[in-house]
């Protein structure tokens, strides 16, 4: 049974508007399940210590996958594969593997030696509460995840070049499985521990799913070795630009969850259950069509169509403005509702809900700012220029992490803390100065897209010009819509502490549908192209076509331990 399902999964995807379905089904899923999966922590533990603690043992072993991990990246290896015979792809990615091992190993070993002085300098006020002992044994434990999730990556490339979708669009759902699994299986028997051997039964499943049909093709018949040192010395240089900038990123997270849990109990909880419900919109919309903007971006330039190039961008960029303007609107209305039927359950209490809704909320101010960063990055890697995007991110990890320090200790001034209180409807709600993160975030996420946008538009020209209309129909059909929410919301009333989770869900169900309709018509009334084209696309004219370019799934390294990806 288990070797025919195998096999049905392995199937070749050939059809290009079938891979794309295949894709966007397994997104929508785990994105789901992902959801479910923080909806059991939270009433599990709510936003307390144990989701400190928890979270905060991801960040060591995260940045080292990230370090190592986006040196094998599906977007640098899939290219290598292509340009070689079926004997070469063997011997290249033998030596991938045995390279990335390696390095993942030592790193890995470094930091399961030095992890209790790191954790300790990291999160002291873990320490001095009695915490570290059980930090570091997460820590170490999840060590293995960086390992399983870049054998992963390195599978991944071989998977989608031959192009079977459905076996790796099964990956990212079985690691959410396996972190549930810690869960409900093994935190009974094996306590906090057990959450940890989630997280690495989650990773092992990610790589494992991939594993009999590679090794069916011919791979690894043998022990691998060292083939071509040559190939690895290269693939790691062209790979550098973007290992550092997601470095950044991580480090920007690392610098946020250390000056979280200098705050009240169940800081890093609340920044990271807000962040992935952030990531769930930001994921579908801006991760998507940047993903799928990319290889057609690289053919573009690489046959000097300039013009051409700066229309895909362009219009990737029209799109993501379109959906992000709107759902942020919607967010700002519906944050509570949102946030209580997702994660309102046992021990996440009405406090909980209401600080994690602000903390959501301040995030998704920067939902369309961050999709359009995701954008300009891939466009500046498929004109070669990798290092603008770094230089961003190393600015963009600074300054967020001493504007949230100054926030933190200007919230701490009581006369602001209680205006910010009352300007996002938390007053009196314990660990309130959580929000200088997200406020931190969301505007450097702001800025640092203005300054790439700014350089875009200095080194190609042309942009701001034709994503101007897009930006402004998405402002009034964001007001329209938000608008049409809130009003909706009057008309059924206020949530309470009594509602119960099926009233929160049919009030927030009916604030939703009036704000799209609402955003809809706006959109109709404007006369917007995209509007225009997504109504077309939904009839049904454009899905008879061939779809374009079916699409390398994201990297693993793109899919973090509390990302709902």
């Known amino acids: 049974m288990v070797r025919e399902a195998l096999r049905f999964l392995a199937t070749p995807v050939r059809s290009l508007s079938a891979a794309v379905y295949v894709l966007a089904a397994s997104a929508l899923l785990s994105s789901i399940l992902a959801l479910l999966r923080d909806r059991l922590f939270a009433h599990a533990f709510g936003a307390g210590t144990e989701l400190d603690l928890y ?42 593997v045995v390279g990335f091992s390696a390095l993942a190993a030592i790193l890995s070993l470094v930091a399961f030696y030095f992890a209790p002085d790191l954790l300790e300098a990291l999160f002291p006020q873990f320490a001095s509460a009695g915490y570290l002992s059980t930090l570091t044994s997460l820590s170490r434990i999840m060590l293995l995840q960086p390992i399983f999730l870049g054998l992963s990556n390195i599978l991944a490339s071989i998977t989608q070049s031959k192009e079977r979708y459905m076996l790796y669009a099964l990956s990212p759902i079985l690691y959410n499985l396996g972190i549930v699994a810690g869960l409900l299986v093994f935190y009974p028997v094996l306590g906090m521990s057990g959450l940890a051997w989630g997280v690495v039964l989650g990773a092992a499943l990610h790589v494992g799913i991939q594993l009999p049909s590679v090794v069916s093709d011919g791979f690894f018949r043998a022990w691998p070795r060292l083939r071509e040192p ?7 240089a062209i790979s550098i630009p ?43 919309i801006g991760a998507s069509y940047s993903v799928a903007a990319f290889p057609t971006l690289a053919s573009a330039l690489s ?13 990737a960029a029209r799109y993501v403005l379109f959906w992000s303007i709107p759902v942020i609107a919607l967010i700002i209305v519906l944050r509570a ?14 406090t909980d809900t209401r600080l994690t809704a602000a903390v959501f ?34 600015g963009s990890c600074t300054i967020t992490i001493l504007l949230a320090r100054s926030l933190i200790d200007l919230l701490a001034d009581e006369r602001v803390l209680r205006f910010v209180e009352n300007i996002m409807r938390i007053e009196d709600v314990p660990g309130s100065s959580i929000l200088a993160l997200p406020l931190a975030y969301s505007f450097v996420s702001i800025l640092s897209t203005l300054v790439l946008a700014l350089h875009f ?109």
Do not use: C
């Open 337 to 350: 509702h949102v946030v209580r039927v997702v994660l309102g359950s046992g021990s996440f209490d009405w």
């Open 303 to 315: 046959n000097g169509r300039v013009s051409e190039f700066m229309g895909y961008v362009s219009t």
């Open 361 to 394: 909320v301040l995030l998704s101010v920067s939902l369309a700012a961050q999709g359009l960063t995701l954008l300009l990055a891939r466009a500046y890697y498929a004109a070669g220029r990798t290092f603008v995007p770094f230089f961003v991110a190393v």
């Open 230 to 236: 040559s190939a690895l010395i290269e693939t790691v």
């Open 457 to 565: 538009e200095r080194r190609f020209g042309g942009f701001f010009l034709r994503i101007a209309s897009a930006f402004w129909h998405g402002i009034f059909a964001g007001i329209g819509a938000g608008a049409a929410a809130y009003a909706t919301l009057v008309l059924v009333g206020p949530l309470t502490l009594s509602s119960t989770l099926l009233s929160v869900f049919l009030r927030g169900f009916a604030g939703g549908i009036a704000g799209v309709a609402a955003g809809a018509l706006i959109y109709w009334l404007l006369g917007s192209r995209e509007y225009l084209e997504t109504i077309s696309s939904i009839r049904g004219k454009l899905w008879r076509e061939p779809l374009p370019l079916a699409q390398p799934i994201a990297s693993a390294e793109e899919i973090g331990p509390s990302s709902p990806q």
């Open 55 to 96: 979270y905060a043992a991801f960040r060591i072993p995260d940045l080292i996958f990230v370090a190592t991990g986006s040196l094998v990246s599906v977007y640098i290896l899939i290219p290598e594969l292509f340009r070689r015979s079926e004997d070469e792809k063997k011997s290249y990615i033998d030596t991938i």
């Open 242 to 284: 973007r290992t550092l900038t997601l470095s950044m990123n991580q480090v920007a997270f690392l610098g946020l969850t250390v000056l979280a849990s200098a705050l009240s109990t169940g800081s890093i909880a609340v920044f990271m259950f807000a962040f992935n419900l952030m990531s769930v919109p930001l994921s579908v």
